[in-house]
């Protein structure tokens, strides 16, 4: 049987064969297993575990501490419960049984009494390592999340013993099936949701969270420029009612009103509606990350929006869709050594992420990683031929920050050939310091898509134009078509 390692409560490390652990009981080697038993797939690179847990000392003193650390977790807990590959570090699950873990599991599993069963108090309760602030910034941050996963957990035990008999498990199957392609986030995959949303809801009209995917598919397919916005206002705000009015006491029903407003631009009503669902449930990572998008584009209020994104990527750590809405957050900061940490899982967690490889690409541009750009460009490439015209643009702009002009100026050429969008190409454009052909660009674009006013106002690509006379016609344009409470 594997060691058990308690992170909920009282911190514990017992093992099942009476071999001695007091060695590994160091407050820092526990905080070391805490922070790989909480990491997606139990990993963490030895730069960020240095950076957790020996933020006072040099490199080499730091690199040595965490090298003893291992020994000695591997001595007492078994050589193959923490595995190395490069600068990765890994806890095994077959040698180390976690509650977090086990809790997590349960949670998303929708387990929800067992979920209750694991958590038996706050995360590292009690627990203090010195001269560690980031490592007690992080222990607060995961207290919070798994608190609100808990709470989840007991609204949802609460909520099936009332409702136990609303909808049949094969409806709520549909539902979850639905509601997985609705996270992918590519016109296809959105497609595929709405029909599982359809076939949930002629199945049983009273399937609450069916109405509410069917609006949030709508809601997303205008947000990428897949459809008008009138049209989805109207399918969406449809199903939003039919929602709302079978129960409005569920958070997924007040995300989905908070979409709708959303594509109305009523951004006080939409910001209610999202802190109205959060209130109700604070795992709901979807709708903090709408309103982290609403608190960028219609308040300006980049540090709010940048706060309530990186809880919702913490509280669903595994979503592609979270990861790399928190990459792009960081791009528009210029923190992009961040923004390629968030952006490369999230491109390993869904290869076919529309904007994973294009993120992926333009952070490692502004970190000189010329080898990684055309590593991400060219798997985009085989992955979405159909974006072929938008990641060669992409790639444009990235050869152009490398310092590749000639380079940067063909692709642009190609890409405006091969059919990429306008807004695109004027990023390309303004990259390879074309002012002119990127304005025009700028004039073309319908600048619907979901991110483009935040392009507009803060992508450093954007930089050497924004203090052209021309580009005053670009905000008023962004101003008529978003109506920012801020510009």
């Not at 099942?16 to 690179?45: I, K, N």
């Not at 020994?71 to 050589?79: D, E, I, N, S």
């Not at 709520?172 to 595929?192: D, F, K, N, P, V």
């Not at 709302?244 to 989905?256: F, G, P, Q, R, V």
Request: glycine letters at 6%; a positive charge; one cysteine or more.
């Amino acid at each position: 049987m594997p060691t058990r390692l308690t992170l909920l409560g009282t911190v514990s490390l017992t093992s099942s064969d009476s071999r001695p652990l007091r060695r590994a009981l160091q407050q820092r080697r526990l905080a070391l297993l805490a922070v790989l038993a909480t990491a997606p797939d139990q990993s963490a690179s030895r730069d960020r575990l240095l950076g957790l847990l020996w933020p006072d000392r040099d490199e080499r003193t730091a690199r040595h501490l965490l090298a003893d650390s291992v020994y000695v977790l591997r001595r007492a807990l078994g050589h193959e419960a923490i595995s190395a590959a490069g600068e990765t570090l890994r806890l095994s699950a077959d040698h180390v049984w976690t509650d977090v873990t086990e809790f997590q599991r349960a949670v998303a599993d929708a387990r929800w009494s067992d979920a209750l069963r694991l958590y038996r108090g706050e995360f590292l309760d009690g627990f203090f390592v010195r001269n560690a602030t980031d490592f007690d910034q992080w222990a607060l941050m995961e207290r919070s999340r798994l608190h609100a996963l808990a709470v989840r957990a007991a609204n949802a035990s609460a909520s099936r013993q009332r409702r136990a008999t609303d909808i049949d498990s094969a409806t709520a199957g549909i539902i979850a099936r639905g509601r997985y392609h609705w996270h992918q986030r590519t016109r296809e995959s959105i497609l595929r949701a709405i029909e599982y949303f359809n076939h949930a809801v002629e199945r049983d009209t009273h399937a609450v969270e069916g109405w509410c995917g069917l609006a949030d598919s709508w809601i997303a397919m205008a947000g990428r420029g897949y459809v008008p916005t009138a049209v989805a206002i109207a399918r969406a705000a449809a199903s939003a009612e039919r929602a709302i009015t079978a129960d409005d006491t569920l958070s997924a029903t007040h995300t989905t009103m908070g979409g709708v407003h959303i594509l109305r631009r009523r951004w006080h009503d939409a910001v209610a509606s999202l802190r109205r669902a959060i209130t109700i449930d604070p795992a709901n990572a979807d709708a903090r990350h709408w309103l982290a998008m609403t608190m960028l584009t219609a308040f300006g209020a980049r540090d709010e929006a940048f706060q309530e994104q990186a809880i919702a990527a913490t509280l669903n750590p595994t979503s592609a869709l979270q990861l790399g809405a928190l990459g792009w957050l960081q791009y528009l900061r210029r923190e992009f050594a961040l923004s390629r940490s968030s952006m490369e899982p999230a491109l390993h967690l869904n290869a076919d992420l529309e904007e994973g490889h294009a993120g992926l690409a333009r952070a490692a541009a502004r970190l000189g990683d010329d080898a990684m750009v055309a590593n991400t460009i060219a798997g985009g490439l085989t992955r979405g031929k159909h974006r072929r015209g938008d990641l060669l643009a992409e790639h444009a702009s990235a050869l152009a920050v490398l310092g590749d002009m000639p380079r940067a100026q063909r692709l642009a050429e190609q890409a405006s050939a091969e059919g990429a969008t306008s807004i695109n190409l004027a990023l390309a454009w303004a990259s390879v310091g074309d002012a002119s052909r990127a304005m025009d660009c700028l004039s073309r674009d319908s600048l619907r898509v979901y991110w483009a006013p935040q392009a507009i106002w803060w992508d450093p690509r954007l930089d050497a134009i924004r203090d052209d006379r021309r580009f005053g016609r670009i905000w008023n344009r962004v101003a008529d078509v978003w109506s920012p409470e801020w510009r």
